[in-house]
């Protein structure tokens, strides 16, 4: 399991915390900061106030931006900026203040606008950035006690380790260069800053990560700094960079090589040192529990959280009577499908799960890649008449990880999105189509891309809601079933089965140790019998979730919810309902929280019944 921690933490400092997008040329804003003279709460309100409503949304939302150069790196927009691809994100408290108040300043701002005089399509945009908003500006309430929204760290992230210097950071001129190894260079300072915030954390006697993922940090700091540096990730992908930018001649690759590697060794390894220790020492103080529920302002914080990544005020015992029902219900599917094809299904989920694997086979290396690929395409071919499809493809690249990771193309188009998979262990054959349907076509990639290339606000184009694009991937691969993708595939509607009930386990155990009180171990117990997976695959979900308060549970939730708005639809249109129109409504407004969508859905309803 170490190997996997370490992986998950390759990055440390250099992740792109932001999810790229694409904007349409024709939308530009009418003047920005041309510089890293980052906009303060008073600029944004000099710049944006007098604003008409599409330009205050564009332009308030990029100098929102501004505030993260990461994500300007991740979004490929540095030069509609105006800046330079070479600064990391402050984690100071002073900094972190002022975001807070051009959230809240810019919140006032969309307030003076009236809704009703505003025309459908900027109702929406509305409803997405007011909730945007409100989300963030609620959650200032819980900062300092607990960690961000965004993971229990900010370097805890599991990015894929090569994404800042190859899809996200793509080094093609001398200055592509310059600007990374400024990057590498203000490593130490954002690890000060990160560990003057955990220390602030330890002194005010507030909520620190549990021991369970502090316990693990030392071991996953060596991992881009090994003592034979062509085995650094970090300068691997840097040395591959550089000999495909044509533009760096073969002395001045080596020349920026070597400073790569001593800035390393002169600045970041040594901070990483000291940073160690620290580590060591704050283990032994932090807590065993990992969950949120143990105080009234805990629960109240999950309570936030629940509804920042779902994007509902949904309650956390909802959630977890929810995932309890449908991990039962797939449960019973699954046994009723085994006894149609003839496998005996009794025992354990175990039992089932080892049934189905030796019955349907496994795959690695290149057949993986060849069958993964060929189910794309033909999923991506299959589409045509049904929904419309993203002129950008996606791509399916040999990954660091155990479970599979999507990464968006950037905004300016210079690389395709990728779906980081792993070639190099054995997969049961059962569980491709699955897979290759929920996340790529009609799942998350098309829905994910086909909002990179709508005529929408950028926060639409670009920004997160989870729930939505989560919920969207779980329906997308019921519309496969839907559309008789499995009619030949028995094994393949089983691992079908099998993901909805994975989803549904996740969201119980996120609100068994987040509400019930349950231990790390009670949770990974409770996984492992519900699903069959075994004890290390169990322990990668519970960790990757476990961390992650609420972020387990919207695959379950944002499905639901899509299901409950085509019931709505069904009902209310009855034979005027279309489903390929009501799966086209969901996704052309780009990215939405599920409660605007509920909204979209409602109102085409109305438009239509009559």
């Known amino acids: 399991m170490r190997e996997w921690f370490r992986l998950t933490m390759l990055t440390l400092g250099l992740i792109a915390l932001g999810i790229p997008a694409f904007q349409p040329p024709d939308r530009k804003p009418t003047s920005l900061p041309r510089s890293w003279i980052v906009p303060s709460a008073d600029d944004v309100a000099a710049e944006v106030s007098e604003l008409p409503f599409d330009l205050f949304v564009d332009d308030s939302y990029r100098m929102y931006l501004m505030r993260f150069p990461e994500r300007i790196t991740a979004l490929g927009m540095a030069d509609q900026f105006g800046v330079t691809d070479d600064r990391l994100n402050d984690y100071s408290d002073s900094y972190t203040e002022g975001t807070r108040r051009i959230e809240s300043t810019i919140l006032d701002l969309l307030g003076r606008f009236d809704r009703d005089r505003l025309t459908p399509a900027e109702r929406v945009t509305y409803d997405v950035y007011e909730w945007y908003l409100e989300d963030r500006v609620q959650g200032q309430r819980f900062s300092p006690a607990f960690y961000p929204m965004d993971g229990p760290l900010p370097f805890s992230l599991t990015w894929p380790p090569n994404q800042l210097l190859t899809s996200t950071y793509p080094i093609d001129s001398r200055n592509d260069v310059l600007a990374y190894l400024d990057r590498l260079r203000r490593v130490p300072d954002q690890l000060k800053q990160l560990q003057g915030w955990l220390e602030r954390q330890a002194d005010n006697g507030v909520f620190i990560p549990p021991s369970v993922v502090l316990s693990e940090m030392p071991w996953m700091l060596w991992v881009p700094f090994p003592e034979e540096r062509s085995y650094s990730p970090l300068f691997a992908c ?71 990544f779902t994007g509902l005020d949904i309650p956390p015992e909802e959630v977890y009577q929810l995932g309890v029902a449908e991990v039962e219900r797939a449960q019973r599917e699954i046994r009723d499908e085994l006894g149609r094809l003839g496998i005996p299904n009794d025992g354990s989920m175990a039992d089932l799960l080892s049934r189905v694997e030796e019955g349907s086979g496994s795959i690695l290396g290149n057949a993986l890649r060849d069958r993964y690929i060929a189910l794309k395409d033909a999923a991506r071919e299959e589409m045509s008449g049904r929904l419309s499809v993203p002129e950008r493809d996606v791509r399916i690249v040999a990954g660091w990880f155990e479970r599979p990771f999507y990464w968006k193309a950037p905004h300016d188009g210079s690389s395709l999105a990728e779906l980081h998979l792993r070639f190099d262990l054995y997969v049961p054959t059962f569980s491709l189509p699955s897979l290759i349907y929920s996340e790529t076509y009609p799942g998350r990639h098309l829905q994910v891309a086909l909002a990179q290339e709508s005529d929408v606000p950028l926060i639409q184009q670009e920004e997160a809601f989870p729930a939505f694009s989560a919920g969207w991937a779980a329906y997308a691969d019921d519309l496969a079933a839907e559309w008789g993708w499995y009619d030949d595939d028995p094994y393949g509607y089983i691992g079908h089965l099998w993901r909805r009930l994975e989803r549904a386990a996740i969201a119980v155990y996120d609100t068994g140790i987040n509400l019930k009180g349950w231990t790390y171990d009670q949770a990974l117990s409770y996984y492992a019998s519900a699903t069959g997976k075994d004890p290390y695959e169990a322990a990668l979900e519970v960790y990757r979730y476990g961390i992650w308060p609420g972020q387990g549970t919207i695959g379950l939730v944002g499905y639901e919810k899509i299901l409950e708005l085509r019931r709505k639809a069904e009902e209310g249109l009855q034979s005027r309902f279309d489903p390929d129109r009501f799966n086209a409504l969901l996704v052309e407004n780009g990215n939405v929280p599920l409660f605007v969508l509920e909204k979209i859905v409602e109102g085409y309803i109305e438009s239509n019944s009559n």
């Not at 080596?254 to 901070?271: C, F, K, N």
């Not at 160690?276 to 914080?301: C, I, N, Q």
């Open 238 to 308: 840097l040395r591959e960079e550089i000999k495909n930018a044509k533009a760096i001649s073969t002395p001045d690759r080596g020349q920026y090589l070597s400073e790569a590697w001593s800035i390393m060794v002169d600045r970041a390894i040594p901070e990483y040192v000291r940073f160690e220790d620290w580590l060591y020492e704050l283990t032994g103080s932090a807590p065993d529990r990992v969950g949120m529920g143990k105080t009234e302002e805990g629960s109240a914080y999950y309570a936030f959280l629940l509804k920042h």
